[in-house]
């Protein structure tokens, strides 16, 4: 049975308050640079003011904002650079409503006297040791000079809003319909951004997801597709119901477009990887295999002739300084750039720092998530890390195959290859860093973990009447 929300001040209020804050949104895209301080405190104190109120009405703005939200860019390059050019911090309105609701839901908690009640869940312990390791390396690390200014303290601030987002969820949600309206509120945004995508595609430009600047950022925008097309795929094998298993049908194909003309190698060989997991994981093995030997043997004739550019720019670039050679061929910079990077990290940096690693922030710029993670954080930090994805991997695992909700089970499934294929695109970008990918990854996580302890707790309640009944 769902539970009844009784809110604190009337319904009419709440409304007036929640289009206050879309209206002074809006002004904010517009408004000179003059009164921007002003706009942004008073659109604060309007969300504040909503997260207190109703966490799930701040959750839907925050799930739109991580990809439809302006930025802005502290230290370093500027925010044109694009976020994966600047050693800065790149400030977003999805950020600044992020930590919003993650002070006021700490405080909320506080009030009612609940911060001892936090739901026990598989990650946990690796969370604490992951941001226990990063908080202590960046210490280290700007005491011995590496980690030059504050900086770093704020992206180890930003994983652990990552954190509490996925508790606000887990503790929250007490319901199955609430669930399912996260995951529409989800979809709708991927419907959005990828319409968006569809409007690029004829400028000729790789496609990248909006407000990220002059240059964008495809390979961001490719990983985030590539999680959100594999949610999409679950629930459609999953879902039950089957006019929602047309829409998520639709929602592929309008993803796919895009997803191809990001040109991010990293996000097709995700991509891949998603398609195989679903293929050992999913029960629908004949069809996907069918489909697959199908786009293979149509690939040649179908395959925009940017993508398949793209791909063989790794080896047909023209010679250029900076190259790595393979035998007769040499790699383009862009590899090039990470293969050095992941030399650094494992021959320089490692060796001299190999515990702690240098702080965040403190090896300079490197777009390679394992290498970064050795290179900060050392082994203990490379060990918690790791330790944090197997049981992500767990909780995934177990919602494809313990929910009896089919959307959610499918979203389980989804997220489950999802995440494998974010663990190759790591290998060439910061995954697991940037906002727009991990967003909506711990959204996901947080619901089927909380899926799955509403389940268990419904069994729980069926049993033990029927226990003490037979006793």
Aim: some cysteine.
């Amino acid at each position: 049975m769902a539970r009844v929300v009784r809110l604190p001040m009337p319904p009419a209020m709440l409304l007036t308050i929640l289009l206050t804050t879309l209206l002074l949104f809006a002004a904010y895209l517009v408004a000179p640079d003059v009164v921007m301080l002003p706009m942004v405190l008073c659109l604060g104190v309007m969300v504040m003011l909503i997260a207190f109120t109703n966490t799930e009405l701040t959750l839907y703005l925050v799930i739109m904002s991580t990809l439809l939200s302006p930025e802005i860019g502290i230290g370093g390059g500027s925010s044109e650079a694009g976020t994966t050019s600047s050693r800065g911090v790149t400030i977003r309105v999805d950020d600044i409503l992020l930590t919003l609701v993650c002070l006021t839901w700490l405080f909320r908690m506080a009030v009612s006297k609940q911060l001892n009640l936090l739901r026990s869940t598989p990650i946990n312990q690796p969370i604490l040791w992951y941001w226990g390791a990063s908080v202590l390396a960046t210490t280290i690390g700007f005491y011995a000079g590496y980690v030059k200014s504050v900086y770093g303290f704020f992206f180890v601030l930003k994983y652990l809003e990552y954190f509490v987002m996925f508790y606000v969820i887990v503790n929250d949600i007490q319901d199955r319909a609430t669930l399912r309206r996260y995951v529409t509120v989800l979809m709708f945004t991927c419907f959005v951004v990828s319409l968006v995508g569809w409007s690029q595609i004829a400028s000729g430009d790789r496609v990248s997801a909006p407000f990220e600047g002059r240059e964008g950022e495809p390979n961001t925008f490719g990983g985030y597709l590539v999680l959100l097309f594999a949610v999409a795929l679950g629930m459609f094998f999953e879902d039950m119901d089957q006019k929602a298993k047309t829409r998520w049908l639709i929602m592929l194909g309008i993803i796919l477009p895009p997803l191809a003309f990001t040109q991010s190698r990293s996000s097709y060989l995700a991509f891949i990887v998603v398609i195989t997991c679903f293929i050992i994981y999913s029960s629908q093995k004949k069809v996907l295999i069918a489909c697959c030997a199908l786009g293979i043997v149509l690939a040649p004739f179908i395959a925009p002739k940017a993508v398949v550019d793209r791909i063989m720019f790794t080896f047909t670039q023209k010679q250029e300084e900076g190259q790595i050679a393979v035998g007769s061929m040499h790699v383009d910079t862009s590899t090039s750039d990470r293969l050095n990077q992941w030399k650094s990290a494992l021959t320089v940096i490692f060796p001299n720092h190999p515990i702690i690693g240098r702080g965040v922030t403190g090896v300079g710029f490197m777009d390679a998530q394992y290498a970064r993670v050795l290179a900060e954080t050392g082994l203990i930090g490379l060990f918690a890390f790791l330790w944090l994805i197997s049981r992500m991997l767990q909780v995934f695992k177990e919602g494809s195959r313990e929910l009896e909700d089919g959307r959610l089970r499918g979203v389980a499934l989804g997220g489950l290859c999802g995440l494998w294929g974010l663990l190759v695109h790591a290998l060439g970008s910061n995954t697991f860093i940037i906002v727009r990918i991990m967003e909506p990854l711990m959204i996901l996580l947080g619901l089927v973990m909380a899926a799955l302890l509403i389940q268990r707790r419904e069994k729980e309640s069926i049993a033990k009447p029927l226990e003490s009944a037979c006793s």
